[in-house]
């Protein structure tokens, strides 16, 4: 089976180069983002998760999709400024992809094959073990704040493999 870090994937950070390989060995929560959805606000949180638990070992990265309601129409530029600018997000957003369909990213299919999920919209959350295996699904209307969610953080944060 392949893993996370196996895929490809690009930051669209003007000033910065990022893979997907750059995050081997950490856990990962994976969001499928989008600038103009009634979820937009989870950037804050999303970004204050990555500044709390970053150094224990937590890397967050956002996928931006424009697959429902056309919620992310900007260029790679426009989106990284919008992040940047409207919730100071320091966290790696990468090119943008489609989550369901022919052209869909290879990780959303991993996600599909091991967890038997597929986003139903923006703001879908997967967390991803060190490994760079799918161990969790949360559904948009989770908020990154979520006792759940955070729980399950705690437990992959925990875990030595």
Not at 76 to 91: G, N
């Amino acid at each position: 089976m392949r893993t996370l870090y196996e895929l490809e994937g690009q930051t669209i950070h003007p000033d910065a180069h990022g893979t997907l390989a750059d995050h081997r060995g950490r856990v990962t929560l994976v969001v499928n983002v989008a600038s103009a959805c009634g979820f937009t606000p989870q950037y804050a949180g999303l970004e204050a998760l990555h500044r709390e638990l970053g150094a224990r070992g937590l890397s967050v990265i956002g996928f931006p999709c424009d697959q429902f309601g056309g919620q992310e129409p900007g260029s790679h530029a426009e989106i990284a400024e919008f992040c940047r600018a409207r919730f100071e997000v320091t966290f790696p957003i990468f090119e943008k992809v489609a989550v369901h369909g022919p052209a869909r990213a290879p990780f959303y299919a991993l996600v599909e094959a091991t967890l038997g999920a597929a986003p139903r919209w923006n703001f879908a959350k997967v967390l991803v073990d060190r490994r760079g295996v799918p161990i969790g699904y949360y559904e948009s209307g989770v908020a990154p704040d979520d006792g759940r969610l955070r729980e399950d953080l705690e437990r992959a944060l925990g875990d030595d493999l």
